[in-house]
């Protein structure tokens, strides 16, 4: 049943919606830092240009101010590189996780598939893989280790109405 439930539910809606968010956000924090690292740079030419007319006495800007700011310029540049090398190494992540979830999706699916069409036996061994492990507690606590990764699923087996779990699945994802 919640193999039909996964089956039921649009890829676009499980996958996309809030990693795409999470993929904008991270591309206009990647864009921002750029900004700031190109304007640092730009301020930096123009104190270099500065001192080139303190150089040649067409300035009045002293040397050690100049001096100072480049220092200081130096600095704010390579803060800015490298939050924008940590910016650029997150949004990468996120979009090579984007085509990791889409597979286990396609993973999930197969299995769906190949669970609908199988025998009572062929399903027990269905199960028996897509279940890692099941320890039964005191007070009858069951836990259930899955060997997928969908944390999204684990929350949609616990609650109680089949309908409500694509809702909640849904509603989670959005």
Sequence with gaps: MKFDEIAAAPESEILT????KEIKLAKMQLDKAKAYLQEKEKGLE??????????RGQSKLSIELLNL???EAN???CDARANTDAADKY???LLESAENL???YDRLLTWADLYDKSSFEAKKMIAAQFIKAVR????YNI??????????????CNDESAEENLTTLRSQTA
């Excluded at 919606?17 to 795409?20: D, S």
């Excluded at 039964?136 to 007070?139: A, C, E, I, T």
């Excluded at 899955?146 to 699923?153: D, H």
């Design 17 to 20: 919606n809030q990693h795409e």
């Design 46 to 55: 123009d104190y270099k240009g500065e001192t080139l007319k303190v150089i």
């Design 69 to 71: 700011l480049i220092a």
């Design 75 to 77: 600095e704010q540049i």
């Design 91 to 93: 949004y990468s992540e």
């Design 102 to 104: 889409r597979k286990e």
């Design 136 to 139: 039964v507690g005191r007070d």
């Design 143 to 156: 836990e259930i280790d899955f060997n997928v990764s969908f944390e999204e699923f684990q929350s949609f």
